[in-house]
């Protein structure tokens, strides 16, 4: 029997992508049904808050259900659970097992009541079907889905990209990029639905708990914090299935990928089985957003990326929305296997992993704003620029998007990026990006100093001192040496 604190039966109410609008259940008596615990959904208008392009769906409780979760009872939301009391926590949920289950366990353990979060950053439609079901079965009283994918694209992605972020040699922080604007959407949903807590189905062993708490720290330090997987004796996914029946929730109907895998606009990625052994190379089957290069079609294909400061804004001449371009490139180079990198990384929690990730429109991206850059930074600034992105990458990596010197990093990496407009041109073969041509307004690139012929702006016997000034420790060093 479901808690009146929390009843089971759903009802969806949509926000229009460009509204100011956020989603509330309010608990209310029932004045004419005599209905004991129906609640009413109001839509309260808030300044300030909604993206636009940012879809909101809110499923909300609105009676009683027969089947329904039998879990902590409304004595034990009143009084608190086993573990304390918390009253409301907003849960980063997926749908799957691990999250499914952490309802019952949150309300079981805690007593309160629990409003499951669904970030869209482009992770798929086939990974949001039926969500509002599966709150629902498993004891949620609310859930909000939004879509971030612009927000994601625009506003995390494109700093990176500007700053040419990249951990240790190869990754592309597909996953750390995604991290803070999902765990930034759960304080705000928490601020709207008056949670106390939040609560995510990372594990003890990986990054990603990091980048969750790291941001609901920075952005409302008051919120308490549940990781499951640290707190309860769930060992893995069969004492997770003898928990969901235990407390009659639904398991999961699917088929278990043998590999961990996290999905969404930037890239694919996958760990786990034959994975962890360093020495075995990946399946063909494995790899979902790219075919292998060698069955890459036989023709190259040429591809225009317009760039305004540091940041590609049109394919071929056509402007698009930061998440259009990423999904159009994605197609594009995963047909032509581009993006496919496999490393094994140092973890910010002090073990080393190994992971293949799927990242085609990235890696055309990252290939066209480096060589636009090639034209339009000194040699000074592209130096600082590489020293400074190495910290930069290791930051996002550990979590630390708002943190002051990410910030500080960014605003100067957005000072010298200013000028970096134009357009590259990018052949793409067989798993390959190259360069073909670039071109900048604001190039400074001057064929007139840079041919082999003469020319008035530089003299060729002009090296000569210059070398002798340039050189003059080396030779005093070698004077010493020699005694001379």
Known sequence: ????????????????????????????????????????????????????????????????????????????????????????????????LDTSVIVPWLRENYGCEVVCFTADVGQGAIELEGLEKKAKASGACQLVVKDLKEEFVSEYIYPCLRAGAVYERKYLLGTSMARPVIAKAMVDVAKEVGADAVAHGCTGKGNDQVRFELTFYALNPELKVVAPWREWDITGREDAIEYAKKHNVPVPVSKKSIYSRDRNLWHLSHEGDILEDPSNEPKEDMYMMSVAPENAPSEPEYLEIGIVAGVPV???????????????????????????????????????????????????????????????????????????????????????????????????????????????????????????????????????????????????????????????????????????
């Open 1 to 96: 029997m479901a808690s009146a604190a929390c009843p089971s039966r759903f009802a969806v109410t949509s926000v229009r992508p460009d509204s100011n609008v956020s989603c509330f259940a309010h608990k209310v008596s029932a004045l004419s049904s005599g209905i004991p615990g129906a609640t009413s959904v109001q839509v309260r208008r808030r300044r300030n808050k909604a993206r636009n392009g940012q879809a909101i769906r809110c499923a909300m409780a609105t009676g009683k259900e027969q089947g329904t979760v039998s879990t902590a009872s409304s004595g034990d939301q009143k009084n608190g659970g086993l573990r304390g009391k918390l009253n409301k926590v907003v849960l980063a949920y997926s749908g799957g």
């Open 314 to 484: 049109s394919i071929n001449g056509r402007d698009l929305s930061p998440a259009s371009l990423l999904t159009e490139l994605n197609e594009i180079g995963g047909k032509h296997g581009i993006g496919r990198i496999d490393m094994v990384e140092n973890r910010l929690v002090g073990m080393k992993s190994r992971g293949v990730y799927e990242t085609p429109g990235g890696t055309i991206m990252a290939a066209a704003v480096r060589e636009l850059e090639a034209l339009t930074l000194d040699r000074e600034t592209m130096q600082w620029k590489d020293i400074l992105t190495l910290k930069y990458a290791e930051l996002v990596y550990a979590g630390r998007w708002f943190d002051p010197l990410r910030q500080s990093i960014d605003a100067f990496m957005e000072n010298i990026t200013a000028t970096t407009t134009g357009s590259v041109t990018l052949k793409l073969y067989k798993g390959s990006v190259n360069v073909a041509s670039r071109k900048s307004p604001y190039s400074l690139y001057r064929e007139d100093i840079s041919s082999f012929e003469n020319g008035e702006i530089y003299n060729q016997a002009d090296a000569e001192g210059f070398i002798r000034l340039y050189g003059l420790p080396t030779r005093v060093r070698a004077m010493l040496e020699k005694g001379i």
